[in-house]
C-alpha cells in the first residue's frame, strides 16, 4: 500500500513532531497497510492519511497544546482542567485518526493497542525479526 506520507520503503513510518522549535524523528515499524505503527509489540493506530496537511498541523497542534495543559493542571492538581485537557488530548486524536471510528471503509475490524502477536499482523510482526520496536 504505497503512497502514505512519510511512509519509508521499508515499512517504517518516520514520526516527527514539533516540540517549542525542536523536531523529533524516530521511525517505528508500520504495517503493510499502513494503518498502524509498532512500537514495543504494540500496534497503534496511525492518523488519517486522507487529511490535508492543513488539517493535520492544526490537529497536531491542537494536541501537543492539549498535552501541554495536561502536564501543567497535573503538576497544579487541578483536577477539573486535568479532566477538561484530557477530553481535549482525546478530541484531537479522534480528529486526527487515531482514536474512534477507523478511517478505513473496508470493514475491516480495529487492532488499536493491541500487541500485534495476537492480531492478524502476527506473521508479518514475526517477520520483522530484530528491526522491529
Not at 492543513?54 to 477539573?80: K, T
Not at 481535549?88 to 493491541?114: C, I, M, Q, T, Y
Amino acid at each position: 500500500m504505497g503512497g502514505h506520507a512519510g511512509r519509508e520503503e521499508s515499512g517504517a513510518i518516520a514520526r516527527s513532531e514539533r516540540f517549542g522549535g525542536m523536531t523529533r524523528s524516530s521511525s517505528y515499524p508500520a504495517t503493510p497497510d499502513g494503518r498502524y505503527f509498532v512500537v514495543r509489540g504494540r500496534l497503534w493506530r496511525c492518523a488519517d492519511p486522507g487529511l490535508s496537511a492543513r488539517e493535520r498541523d492544526r490537529l497536531v497542534r491542537e494536541l501537543m497544546a492539549a498535552r501541554r495543559a495536561v502536564r501543567s493542571a497535573g503538576v497544579s492538581g487541578d483536577a477539573d482542567a486535568l479532566a477538561t485537557a484530557r477530553r481535549a488530548v482525546d478530541k484531537a486524536k479522534v480528529g486526527l485518526g487515531e482514536r474512534g471510528p477507523v478511517w478505513w471503509a473496508d470493514g475491516s475490524p480495529d487492532f488499536n493497542r493491541h500487541m500485534a502477536l495476537n492480531t492478524p499482523y502476527a506473521d508479518w510482526f514475526e517477520d520483522l525479526g530484530d528491526t522491529r520496536e
